[in-house]
């Protein structure tokens, strides 16, 4: 499995070994004609708007279960779901709901193991009936993922970002053999955080590292300004970037071997930021590293930035 990062309006979601093509506008959407289609409601920060590419040396089928649309290589599998909020809904129950979904999906495709999740939704720090919209939504993620019985230990690498459009899109990657949970020795592992931060923890990891040939990939998750579990520098760009990358850098040392990014998102929460991010971030990651800036809401209210993306670890 690999991921390239292209511009440009051609739609190659049906060439052979294609199983997601992500782009990036102001809604939600998802191609009811090709399940591998989906654009995310973030607003790219450079033009032209760039396009993830996930690929497969495997021959890809593609189809639906249940809401979730899908395609397949056998081991690898890529699922998209885009729900509704109902009017007067709660996002607890629509979280509940999604990983409902998606663990039954995972149940269908023979126990696969779930590797990385993209959650979006929207007015993610607005707070609703008392409770933080983030925050309900970690409550039904959890209800989900507690009832099925998954392990702390194999929680999947993941992000949670703030879309400017509705409703609640999820793209999803699992797989047949399971990957390896990774946390970062600078943070408290997200599943363990203190109640200060809401009635139930984040269920997710700090990073996945997964099999590939030759040697392993490393599934990041949004990694942001953060040690133990304090948000350092709030509402600080330059500070937030310096602490994200020492976050990266010590979470890549944990995952043991020497890494080379294939792609990287940066969500960032003020647009009008992004001009004297770039010229940083391209010194930090190098010019063949392609970046793909987003502005996006971020889980925390003084984050103003969040990175991730996908790495490759070299051979042991």
């Given at each position: 499995?690999?991921?390239?990062?292209?511009?440009g309006?051609?739609?190659?979601?049906?060439?052979s070994?294609?199983?997601?093509e992500?782009?990036?506008?102001?809604?939600?959407?998802?191609?009811p004609?090709?399940?591998?289609?989906?654009?995310?409601?973030?607003?790219?920060?450079?033009?032209?708007a760039?396009?993830?590419?996930?690929?497969?040396?495997?021959?890809?089928?593609?189809?639906?279960?249940?809401?979730?649309a899908?395609?397949?290589?056998?081991?690898?599998?890529?699922?998209?779901?885009?729900?509704?909020?109902p009017?007067?809904?709660?996002?607890?129950?629509?979280?509940?709901?999604?990983?409902?979904?998606?663990?039954?999906?995972?149940?269908e495709?023979?126990?696969?193991?779930?590797?990385?999740?993209?959650?979006?939704?929207?007015?993610?720090?607005?707070e609703q009936?008392?409770?933080?919209?983030?925050?309900?939504?970690?409550?039904?993620?959890?209800?989900?993922?507690?009832?099925?019985?998954?392990?702390?230990?194999?929680?999947?690498?993941?992000?949670?970002?703030?879309?400017?459009?509705?409703?609640?899109?999820?793209s999803?990657?699992?797989?047949?053999r399971?990957?390896?949970?990774v946390?970062?020795?600078?943070?408290?592992?997200?599943?363990?955080?203190?109640?200060?931060?809401g009635?139930?923890?984040?269920s997710?990891s700090?990073?996945?590292r997964?099999?590939?040939?030759?040697?392993?990939?490393?599934?990041?998750?949004?990694?942001?300004s953060i040690?133990?579990?304090?948000?350092?520098?709030?509402?600080?760009?330059?500070?937030?970037?310096?602490e994200?990358?020492?976050?990266?850098a010590?979470?890549?040392?944990?995952?043991?071997?020497?890494?080379?990014?294939?792609?990287?998102?940066?969500?960032v929460?003020?647009?009008e930021?992004?001009?004297?991010?770039?010229?940083?971030?391209?010194?930090?990651f190098?010019?063949a590293?392609?970046?793909v800036?987003?502005?996006?809401d971020?889980?925390?209210?003084?984050?103003?930035?969040?990175i991730?993306?996908?790495?490759?670890?070299?051979?042991?």
């Amino acid at each position: 499995m690999r991921l390239t990062v292209e511009t440009g309006s051609a739609a190659p979601a049906a060439a052979s070994g294609c199983l997601a093509e992500i782009g990036f506008g102001r809604e939600h959407g998802l191609d009811p004609a090709e399940p591998r289609r989906v654009q995310v409601g973030l607003p790219p920060l450079a033009e032209p708007a760039p396009r993830e590419l996930w690929w497969s040396e495997r021959p890809v089928e593609i189809g639906r279960w249940g809401e979730i649309a899908y395609a397949t290589d056998g081991r690898s599998h890529f699922g998209h779901l885009l729900l509704a909020e109902p009017a007067g809904g709660s996002l607890e129950a629509l979280g509940r709901h999604a990983y409902e979904q998606i663990l039954g999906w995972c149940r269908e495709l023979g126990d696969a193991h779930l590797l990385r999740v993209w959650n979006y939704l929207a007015e993610i720090n607005r707070e609703q009936a008392g409770l933080e919209r983030y925050r309900a939504f970690c409550v039904g993620r959890h209800q989900a993922l507690a009832a099925a019985g998954w392990p702390d230990r194999q929680l999947p690498a993941a992000c949670a970002v703030g879309a400017p459009g509705p409703g609640l899109l999820i793209s999803c990657l699992a797989a047949a053999r399971p990957g390896v949970q990774v946390e970062n020795p600078r943070q408290v592992s997200a599943f363990r955080y203190p109640p200060r931060y809401g009635p139930q923890s984040p269920s997710f990891s700090r990073a996945m590292r997964v099999a590939a040939s030759p040697g392993q990939l490393l599934l990041i998750s949004g990694t942001a300004s953060i040690v133990g579990h304090v948000t350092i520098h709030p509402d600080q760009k330059a500070g937030q970037l310096t602490e994200t990358l020492a976050n990266l850098a010590a979470l890549l040392q944990a995952a043991g071997g020497q890494a080379s990014y294939q792609a990287l998102r940066v969500y960032v929460r003020h647009p009008e930021d992004w001009p004297s991010l770039a010229p940083l971030c391209r010194e930090a990651f190098g010019p063949a590293v392609p970046l793909v800036p987003l502005q996006g809401d971020l889980c925390r209210s003084d984050l103003v930035l969040e990175i991730d993306g996908l790495a490759a670890l070299a051979a042991a």
